[in-house]
């Protein structure tokens, strides 16, 4: 009597462990994924920036709990990331040179919306190094050397007036993509291409990855933004997003 009355319950124990279980693995990759971002990092050993918070289906606005603006831009670009990632993936960009070829297109209309950005005295002020960090005149050279005519951009983002929050938002994506480009630029050998020959833009920066998004993110996180600046600053991180998943299918079409 009192086994059946027990075995009747093993399933309910099973559905409790079970939770119980993905609970504390989900709670101990989030712990780690935020140990990791609050370090520097080196190289390719990068950091994992993208907390699983949105795994714990937590909403959007109660995500924009993290007291450093990059961590807050790192959760709300989490879900956009994934599937710009998948995207990317779906179009087997490394199948060979010429598929390749589109995804440097995409990345050279991306650059060519930053262009200015990258090069505006009020920005420089903040982040002395900001014209050298722009990539549009290295996919511009991959291009050349992909023998792919450059794709005709429109100015829509180029002669966008931005705050300063929201110029910040889109030069952290650009920046971001930097982290991985170093996993994108292993695959590059098999195509016969690298950091000198058709890859050029995904080439490790001067000084290295990890210290470059180090000092970038510092300036981000340091700028005062009113609540309104910061709104509009998330939209721009989501915005860039879509914006290159555009550029993307384009060039992919
Ligand atoms: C237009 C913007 C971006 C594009 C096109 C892009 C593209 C990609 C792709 C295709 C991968 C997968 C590489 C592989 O697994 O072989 C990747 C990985 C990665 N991306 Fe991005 N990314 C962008 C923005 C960002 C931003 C803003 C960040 C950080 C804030 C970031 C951080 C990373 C990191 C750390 C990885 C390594 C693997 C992982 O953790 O998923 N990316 N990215």
Redesign the pocket.
């Known amino acids: 009597m009192k086994e059946a009355r027990l075995q009747r319950h093993i399933p309910v124990f099973r559905v409790i462990f079970t939770e119980l279980g993905r609970f504390v693995r989900l709670k101990r990759q989030w712990q780690s994924n935020v140990l990791r971002a609050s370090s520097s990092g080196a190289g390719d050993g990068?950091?994992?920036?993208?907390p699983v918070i949105s795994e714990l289906s937590m909403t959007a606005s109660s995500q924009l709990s993290h007291p450093l603006r990059?961590q807050r831009?790192?959760q709300i670009?989490h879900e956009p990331?994934?599937h710009?990632?998948n995207l990317?993936?779906s179009h087997d960009p490394f199948g060979s040179p010429e598929r390749f070829s589109h995804f440097v297109a995409?990345?050279y209309l991306?650059q060519r919306d930053l262009e200015k950005l990258y090069n505006d005295p009020q920005l420089i002020k903040l982040v002395p190094d900001l014209p050298q960090r722009c990539r549009v005149e290295q996919a511009a050279l991959d291009l050349a050397d992909l023998q792919r005519a450059l794709p005709e951009g429109d100015d829509s983002i180029r002669n966008k007036a931005m705050g300063i929050g929201e110029a910040l938002a889109w030069l952290?994506?650009?920046?971001?993509?930097?982290?991985?480009?170093?996993?994108?630029l292993?695959?590059m050998p098999a195509l016969g291409l690298s950091e000198t020959f058709g890859a050029r833009h995904l080439g490790e920066p001067e000084g290295g990855r990890a210290q470059g998004?180090k000092a970038f993110t510092a300036v981000l996180d340091s700028v005062e933004l009113d609540a309104e600046q910061e709104r509009l600053a998330e939209a721009a991180?989501i915005a860039?997003?879509e914006r290159?998943t555009v550029h993307?299918e384009r060039c992919f079409a």
């Not at 990068?46 to 993208?50: A, E």
């Not at 952290?172 to 994108?184: D, Q, R």
């Open positions: 990068l950091p994992y920036f993208m990059s831009l790192n670009t990331h994934s710009l990632d990317v993936k995409a990345q991306f952290f994506v650009s920046e971001g993509s930097k982290l991985g480009a170093a996993f994108l292993k695959r998004w991180a860039a997003f290159f993307l």
